[in-house]
């Protein structure tokens, strides 16, 4: 059948509405996007600074640090390299049998295996020695790591996890810290791994194995670290709102530095060398803060949120979710959900500017 007239006229019409149709469609596409991502690009805009937390690559396990994780580590490859050897084995067989043994037309039926003893006592027996040597080398890993330090005296730490930070006691030396984990490179340690509330996972990819921390449970980890270094490490395990923002700093250093750091621990507070510090002081001290936050040589005993005594000295403020900077405390004080969504400590918004310099001056003297 010819086309008439009226269908070209048609044809027309229809293809210039199709494109009005594109059009449409490509700036509501694009309107759409732009309202989809304005929260996202809104939020980045107000993206509060971070201090430098780099805990290693995605595979950090498999660039062992200490003895312990190049244990586990060898394990992981002992068991790629037998899981390898099986695949290659079960694969090669089955593309071999499809293209040598397949049927063709007029083939009779092939020799059926079914209650071979033979044949079954073998396929049995074969994975069966794969898993015990399997289980051999982990059984052997796990042994390993977990036995306590043959040392008579390890060092003991515990690390605490709260809602959302980690607090470090050594109570064998009197230090408690939080977020900042300071190490003898070449001693024993024993971590007794707990919680204050939720269960969380303490791990320094690199050093140790991850492990749990429950509300009243005393988890072992032990670790002896060669050489001196710096490791990053978190919780790993979803802990509520704020649990993106717990992360900590291990500092592992030669025996001298490390008895040096406890030594300056041990010491109580500095006072205010400046009238902005001595300011921040005295507002410190006459507000709450004292009710959570204990600082050592003060009247502030509080023990719900970190030990302040030394907190300009530490690596980062509200574990890891600012920079130590003046800037930053300032920030934090006024309102903490800036930098950590759901912190528990409440926004002080009634301090004037002048009040959050004093503060933060105060704070940040506390080397
Ligand atoms: Cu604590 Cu996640």
New binding site residues.
């Given amino acids: 059948m010819r086309w008439t007239g009226q269908d070209s006229a048609s044809r027309t019409t229809g293809a210039r509405s199709s494109l009005r149709n594109r059009r449409i469609l490509l700036g509501g596409g694009v309107l759409g996007l732009l309202l989809a991502l304005a929260p996202s690009l809104a939020l980045a805009a107000g993206n509060p600074p971070r201090p430098d937390w780099n805990p290693g690559a995605p595979w950090a396990p498999l660039t062992p640090a200490s003895p312990e994780m190049l244990e586990i580590s060898n394990l992981f490859w002992v068991m790629l390299v037998l899981s390898a050897i099986v695949f290659v084995i079960v694969a090669g067989a089955i593309g071999f049998s499809v293209f040598r043994f397949t049927a063709k037309p007029g083939q009779p039926e092939p020799t059926q295996v079914f209650g071979n003893r033979t044949v079954e006592v073998t396929w049995t027996l074969i994975p069966f020695v794969v898993l015990i040597v399997a289980f051999g080398f982990t059984v052997h890993s796990i042994h390993d790591i977990n036995t306590p330090p043959k040392a008579s005296h390890p060092l003991n730490i515990i690390a605490m996890?709260h809602q959302?930070w980690w607090e470090f006691d050594y109570p064998t030396l009197g230090v408690t810290t939080a977020n900042e984990l300071h190490i003898p490179a070449g001693r024993e340690i024993h971590f007794h791994v707990e919680s204050a509330d939720v269960i969380?996972?303490f791990w320094i990819p690199r050093l140790q194995r991850q492990i749990d921390a429950n509300p009243g449970q005393d988890n072992a980890v032990f670790v002896q670290m060669p050489r001196p270094g710096v490791y990053d490490g978190a919780?790993y395990?979803?802990?509520g709102t704020g649990?993106a923002w717990?992360k900590f700093r291990t500092i592992v250093q030669p025996q001298a530095a490390f008895n040096a750091w406890v030594k300056h621990q041990l010491q109580p507070a500095a006072t205010p060398k400046t009238a902005l510090a001595a300011l921040g002081k005295k507002l410190f001290l006459g507000n709450t803060c004292v009710q959570c936050h204990a600082i050592s040589g003060t009247s502030a005993g509080g023990t719900v949120g970190p030990n302040l005594t030394h907190v300009g000295s530490r690596w980062a403020i509200a574990a890891g979710a600012g920079p130590m900077t003046k800037q930053a405390l300032m920030d934090w004080i006024h309102d903490p959900n800036y930098f950590k969504p759901g912190a528990l400590m409440p926004p002080f918004p009634l301090f004037s500017q002048k009040d959050l310099q004093a503060l933060a001056a105060y704070l940040y003297s506390l080397k």
Wanted: overall charge negative; hydrophobic content about 20%.
């Fill in positions: 996890g959302w969380h996972s919780c395990e979803y802990c649990h717990m």
